[in-house]
T-cell receptor
């Protein structure tokens, strides 16, 4: 079955540590996104990538970093510079190029919950 | 900048009732509008997607409509069931390939 796999589902971090959240998709989608979700707030865009080896900052990129070395993978690192990292992180993907891109549909993974101890 | 609003933030209805969830947006230059369902602690599941040129989409007991001129979309749920209890979010993709999300409506269907 095609889909987006995020791991780990739960992650605990001590202050000062960097942690990396994994996002893998087998949908052959071009674009991948990382969102942060906090209670009572809408999804906020951290980073996005429309093609391999290229990515762009979103609205709240400070304290985060990403890489896009493979089409299928878009890992997110939460660095010690992120002052309030406790949140629910969602990875998403969509097709950007070709006829199938006409719908622009967005697909999500199951999310990763990060808690800072 | 596009602003997306979902009112009410929470809604409780008895089982069997038909209901409407609302999504308002400020900029009509959209590419599509997507309705999602989110269960507690889970990711977003796509329910319906309406292209800019369409007026509505249907899937089972769900019907989504789009009126760009008034900046509104509605999600109609027929014959609600306790299993429909979840948070429903709408999201817009604008013509610049950016996505904008509402904060969601938390629905509780009471048996």
């Amino acid at each position: 079955d095609g889909g987006i796999t995020q791991s780990p589902k739960y992650l605990f971090r001590k202050e000062g540590q960097n942690v990396t959240l994994s996002c893998e998709q087998n949908l052959n989608h071009d674009a991948m996104y990382w969102y942060r979700q906090d209670p009572g707030q809408g999804l906020r865009l951290i980073y996005y990538s429309q093609i391999v080896n290229d990515f762009q900052k979103g609205d709240i990129a400070e304290g985060y970093s990403v890489s896009r070395e493979k089409k299928e993978s878009f890992p997110l690192t939460v660095t010690s510079a992120q002052k309030n990292p406790t949140a629910f992180y969602l990875c998403a993907s969509s097709i950007e190029w070709g006829l199938a891109a006409t719908t622009g549909e967005l697909f999500f993974g199951e999310g990763s919950r990060l808690t800072v101890l | 900048k596009q602003e997306v609003t979902q009112i009410p933030a929470a809604l409780s209805v008895p089982e069997g009732e038909n209901l409407v969830l609302n999504c308002s947006f400020t900029d009509s230059a959209i590419y599509n509008l997507q309705w999602f369902r989110q269960d507690p602690g889970k990711g977003l599941t796509s329910l319906l997607l309406i292209q800019s040129s369409q007026r509505e989409q249907t899937s089972g007991r769900l019907n989504a409509s789009l009126d760009k001129s008034s900046g509104r979309s509605t999600l109609y749920i027929a014959a609600s069931q306790p299993g429909d209890s979840a948070t429903y979010l709408c999201a817009l993709k604008n013509t610049g390939n950016q996505f904008y999300f509402g904060t969601g409506t938390s629905l509780t269907v009471i048996p």
